[in-house]
């Protein structure tokens, strides 16, 4: 167990940091496996999850690469561009953060179980009474994933989504309604905490900038704002599904 603050690790200003481009970088990184990838796009299965990349959101060559790996006319996010090139359309914008562990505490949650696919279904049916972000049939993939159960019934869960270069994303944080305000969630997300500094990892996790409260909580338990991001949803130039008359 750790009780020790975490500094962030520091980079040269010169450089960017690794999490300012978090899904390239775990695409590219420990992820590569799963990743689909043309030139300086990258994405994963669409059953995994949602995250598509770019090398560098300034190039537009990086776009013509993201048209050319999910194709013309298609809706899909993109994070850390703060706009679309011409021709792109942008279906909604959206400011998140990003905190960083620095003095969490964490440990083990004794009660928590590891989730599998079989779990799937049951997951899938707390997301979506929680609505903590996407969640796909293949996710648990990503990483580890616990959860907690009341009766059998799962109430609670937290797990790995991103994973750059020696820094791993708490994500799917969520617990259901009639089992709030008892810590379930903080717990999760120690122990999950406590699997990622186990293999040489700093923990880090998004939130959207509006969902105050969360960021409160994360605050409160010792993860520190590193940065304010955007994200888009845009869809591909290119011809559109053909009309019948």
């Known amino acids: 167990m750790s009780t020790v603050a975490r500094p962030t690790p520091q980079q040269s200003p010169a450089t960017p940091h690794i999490l300012d481009n978090a899904a390239w970088a775990?695409?590219?990184?420990?992820?590569?496996?799963?990743?689909?990838?043309?030139?300086?796009?990258?994405?994963?299965p669409l059953d995994v999850s949602p995250f598509t990349a770019l090398a560098d959101p300034a190039d537009?060559?990086?776009?013509?690469?993201?048209?050319?790996?999910?194709?013309?006319?298609?809706?899909?996010?993109?994070t850390g561009a703060k706009s679309a090139p011409q021709g792109w359309e942008t279906v909604q914008h959206g400011q998140g953060v990003q905190l960083v562990d620095t003095a969490l505490r964490a440990e083990p949650a004794p009660e928590a179980v590891r989730l599998g696919p079989d779990d799937v279904p049951e997951i899938l049916d707390l997301i979506a009474l929680t609505e903590p972000?996407?969640?796909?049939?293949?996710?648990?993939e990503l990483g580890t994933y616990l959860g907690i159960r009341h009766r059998?019934?799962?109430?609670?869960l937290a797990g790995e989504r991103l994973r750059p270069a020696g820094w791993t994303e708490i994500s799917a944080v969520c617990t259901a309604p009639d089992h709030r305000g008892k810590g379930l969630a903080t717990r999760l997300v120690r122990a999950i905490a406590a699997g990622i500094r186990e293999r040489g990892?700093?923990?880090?996790?998004?939130?959207s900038a509006t969902n105050t409260g969360a960021i409160r909580l994360y605050e409160s338990i010792g993860f520190t704002l590193r940065r304010r991001s955007d994200f888009l949803l845009v869809r591909t130039p290119g011809a559109q599904q053909e009309q019948t008359a």
């Not at 059998?152 to 609670?156: E, F, P, Y």
């Not at 990892?201 to 939130?207: I, M, N, S």
């Open 133 to 140: 972000g996407p969640f796909l049939p293949r996710t648990v």
């Open 201 to 207: 990892d700093t923990p880090f996790l998004h939130a």
């Open 152 to 156: 059998g019934r799962l109430i609670a």
């Open 26 to 44: 775990a695409l590219t990184g420990p992820h590569a496996h799963l990743a689909e990838r043309v030139g300086r796009a990258a994405r994963y």
């Open 60 to 78: 537009p060559r990086a776009w013509d690469d993201l048209a050319a790996l999910v194709g013309p006319g298609t809706v899909t996010p993109v």
